[in-house]
T-cell receptor, first 116, second 117 residues
Framework: KAGVTQTPRYLIKTRGQQVTLSCSPI?????VSWYQQTPGQGLQFLFE???????NKGNFPGRFSGRQFSNSRSEMNVSTLELGDSALYLC???????????????FGAGSRLTVL | AQSVTQLGSHVSVSEGALVLLRCNYS??????LFWYVQYPNQGLQLLLK??????LVKGINGFEAEFKKSETSFHLTKPSAHMSDAAEYFC???????????????FGQGTTLQVKP
């Protein structure tokens, strides 16, 4: 069974540009969550999509957005990039979202964004 | 609001020694708790999870954790450290958001485990 696939793995952008990151979840998983990981702030929740609808949103500015397609693949977009947006962006998918029982997230390898 | 505190950002042990990584949580409802491991340039891998079925949880690679409600703790242990255990470890609590589960986890700041030969 293929894992969670994130593309691209590495990218470099300059301030003011925008970026789109892609996440393909495990087959059958309908929930996709995004996290930002930085040395200073650690792992922070960005948002979650379930059945093409944003279900939860973290405390990030509106420059951060996402969407989910009918095949559960998800993209996140960051507009008007700032130096502080440099981070590892992790995507996670899960099967159990919305049901009882622990919702176990399976993470991808991440997309490392560097903003110059 | 739920929160997780990991005591010690860096822990160093000798190969073969006991590994103890500390995690305390704050939650107003019975939580689901997780330990994840992250190796360099990789994503997070689930080590184990607590879902209220048993207070002592066994995970992969010889790790286990004990849920102690009275201490609001979920410490991770391994009897004998291997060099391959060197990584960053994250404790997380599930934001259950009511009666259904979501994909939102609250993570601790992480503990880097160094294993000395």
């Amino acid at each position: 069974k293929a894992g969670v696939t994130q593309t691209p793995r590495y990218l470099i952008k300059t301030r003011g540009q925008q970026v789109t990151l892609s996440c393909s979840p495990i087959s059958g998983h309908r929930s996709v969550s995004w996290y930002q990981q930085t040395p200073g702030q650690g792992l922070q929740f960005l948002f979650e999509y379930f059945s093409e609808t944003q279900r939860n949103k973290g405390n990030f500015p509106g420059r951060f957005s996402g969407r989910q397609f009918s095949n559960s693949r998800s993209e996140m977009n960051v507009s008007t990039l700032e130096l502080g947006d440099s981070a590892l962006y992790l995507c996670a998918s899960s099967f159990n979202a919305g049901r009882t029982g622990a919702n176990v997230l399976t993470f991808g390898a991440g997309s490392r964004l560097t903003v110059l | 609001a739920q929160s997780v505190t990991q005591l010690g950002s860096h822990v160093s042990v000798s190969e073969g020694a006991l590994v103890l990584l500390r995690c305390n949580y704050s939650s107003s409802v019975p939580p689901y708790l997780f330990w994840y491991v992250q190796y360099p340039n990789q994503g997070l891998q689930l080590l184990l999870k607590y879902t209220s079925a048993a207070t002592l949880v066994k995970g992969i690679n010889g790790f286990e954790a004990e849920f102690k409600k009275s201490e609001t703790s979920f410490h991770l242990t391994k009897p004998s450290a291997h060099m391959s255990d060197a990584a960053e470890y994250f404790c997380a609590v599930s934001d259950t958001g009511g009666s259904s589960n979501t994909g939102k986890l609250i993570f601790g700041q992480g503990t880097t485990l160094q294993v000395k030969p």
